[in-house]
């Protein structure tokens, strides 16, 4: 059935991805592909979902959003934690910001219900990224009623000295940005649940694409309706280690 689904009813389209496992929940393997365009041999297009029951051999199509991009990928896990597989779209932007475009679904039932939206995750964990006096960085949300702090005085005198003076005071305001959502990991935090969390990762800049002072952090988990978050904090890059003595 794969075969004559791949040469007849997509014979213009290139197969992306695909994988195998129960994500109705009747105990029967189906198949999940991933099909689009690829016109320059690395990127794709149009690219869509097809949910193939193996039962009854019907196939749902899922047209994504923002289907376009480099890599797409499938994962199948249980996210929900009802013994059902979900199913998982990563796909690559592309571009020196290195976004990603995810999306969870369930078909649990047959019946095709969205998890997760990159779009409306990166419009819920927005963050404002300022220099203090004294070396520091802030990372804060008010929205999430959360701040982190930064140490940036490993940078040494030539960054340093661009935006504070003798005192390690401020020359002026200066901001730096919290990226979208870059890397979504599918992570296991309980063996014996058997199911699937996701790791959020965010990229911390300063002034440039190319500074890099950190990531936010955001492990999320399902509660039945939705993905909420379980821990965040920020990471930042570790610095080479200088003898006292």
């Known amino acids: ?21 129960d994500v109705n929940g009747d105990g029967i393997m189906d198949n999940v592909y991933l099909y689009g365009n690829k016109p320059n041999g690395i990127f794709a297009d149009n690219i869509t979902l097809i949910i193939q029951d193996g039962h009854s051999n019907q196939f749902t199509t899922v047209n994504l959003q923002n289907n376009a991009g480099y890599n797409p990928r499938l994962f199948l896990g249980d996210f929900s934690k009802d013994n059902v597989k979900d199913i998982f779209v990563s796909i690559d932007s ?29 419009n819920k964990y ?91 952090e955001n492990l999320i988990t399902w509660n039945g309706s939705k993905f909420t978050s379980s821990r965040l904090s920020v990471a930042i890059l570790g610095t080479k280690l200088i003898s006292l003595f």
Do not use: C, H, W
């Open 1 to 21: 059935m794969y075969r004559q689904f791949q040469e007849y009813t997509y014979r213009s389209i290139t197969l992306l991805d695909m994988k195998q496992g």
């Open 94 to 122: 592309g571009g020196s910001g290195g976004y990603g475009i995810f999306y969870i679904y369930s078909f649990k039932n047959n019946v095709l219900s969205e998890m997760f939206d990159f779009e409306k995750y990166n």
């Open 126 to 216: 927005k963050f404002n990224v300022n220099y203090e006096d004294f070396y520091k960085v802030s990372v804060g949300s008010p929205q999430l009623d959360v701040l982190f702090t930064i140490d940036i005085s490993y940078k040494g005198y030539d960054y340093l000295s661009q935006y504070y003076d003798e005192n390690g005071k401020l020359k002026q305001p200066i901001k730096g940005e919290v990226l979208a959502l870059g890397a979504l990991y599918p992570i296991v935090t309980n063996e014996n649940r058997m199911g699937y969390d996701l790791l959020a990762l965010q990229r911390i800049i300063g002034t440039s694409n190319s500074d890099t002072l950190g990531y936010v």
